[in-house]
């Protein structure tokens, strides 16, 4: 009987303490979450800033810099995406990706008129405000994203310190 309850105690015991795991990984990957959609819309704001000012100033330097803010923004996108299992947050991620994707090719645009037909052509199209306009949309979806995924941090949150508990008294 000794026996038997050490077995029954210790299946309780191991399945609460999974439980917990669980639930931890859970809350990070949530907040790994909230971490890559603030990374991904600074990066796409970077770009946007290293473009703007290679097209004010001309300096080559800033056009490179647009290049490596470009690729850590498809990289935090891609980080992103692959995180995310909710079906509602993961057709949000993919609008989110294709701002990115309108933003920057647009952004390469600017750079391109720039190089071919000078500052003033490449600033008359910076006027056109469509970059401000897709930069307002993501930054709304980023947003909506965030909160999203910090209501879902709450429960998450709230669930792991249930299953901490039961792992405790077990």
């Not at 498809?74 to 990115?100: C, F, K, W, Y």
């Not at 405000?129 to 979806?141: F, P, S, Y």
């Amino acid at each position: 009987v000794a026996f038997l309850l050490l077995i029954v105690g210790g299946g309780i015991t191991y399945r609460s303490s999974a439980e917990f795991v669980r639930s931890a990984q859970s809350v990070a990957r949530t907040q790994e979450i909230r971490t890559r959609l603030g990374q991904l819309y600074a990066a796409v704001s970077d770009a946007e800033s290293a473009a703007r000012t290679y097209v004010l100033i001309g300096t080559p330097r800033y056009r490179d810099d647009h290049a490596r803010f470009a690729r850590a923004s498809q990289d935090h996108a891609q980080a992103a995406s692959g995180l995310i299992t909710d079906p509602a947050l993961q057709r949000s991620m993919e609008r989110s990706n294709a701002l990115v994707a309108r933003r920057l090719s647009a952004l390469e645009q600017v750079l391109a008129t720039h190089d071919d037909q000078g500052r003033e052509a490449a600033r008359a199209r910076v006027a056109t405000e469509e970059g401000t306009r897709i930069m307002d949309a993501l930054r709304a979806l980023t947003l909506q994203m965030d909160d999203a995924e910090a209501a879902l941090l709450v429960q998450r949150q709230a669930h792991a310190n249930r299953d901490r508990l039961n792992a405790l008294v077990f």
